[in-house]
């Protein structure tokens, strides 16, 4: 079993920052994928930003140039720094991380998320 502990999130001001991290725990044996997804309200879960085992990124268009991704993989941790926030990026951002366990099963686990408000 894989758990994520997101932290990070909070109250920001537009044009502000903040950074989200996530743990992951458990019987990972590798990972392959990690990524933060946002869900508004109303609105459907998307994806933000992931980065893969060999370190390719993929991010939403409405936060290249702000938003970027990173990982540990020793640690077993993901982030994401975000700057220049906008009110629009108001959401409960979840980890997401895929791999495999020592059982030779495949997980793919997410985080309980963590509220962002952009709001003055």
């Known amino acids: 079993q894989v758990q994520l502990v997101e932290s990070g999130g909070g109250l920001v001001q537009p044009g502000g920052s903040l950074r989200l991290s996530c743990a992951a725990s458990g019987s990972i044996f590798g990972i392959d994928t990690m990524g933060w997804y946002r869900q508004a309200p109303g609105k459907q879960r998307e994806l933000v930003a992931a980065?893969?085992?060999?370190?390719?990124?993929n991010y939403a268009d409405s936060v290249k140039g702000r938003f970027t991704i990173s990982r540990d993989i020793p640690r077993k941790m993901v982030y994401l720094q975000m700057n220049s926030l906008k009110p629009e990026d108001t959401a409960v951002y979840y980890c997401?991380?895929?791999?495999?366990?020592?059982?030779?099963?495949?997980?793919?686990?997410w985080g309980q998320g963590t509220q962002v408000t952009v709001s003055s």
């Open positions: 980065i893969t085992s060999d370190d390719n990124t």
């Open positions: 997401n991380v895929r791999g495999g366990t020592y059982y030779l099963t495949d997980f793919n686990s």
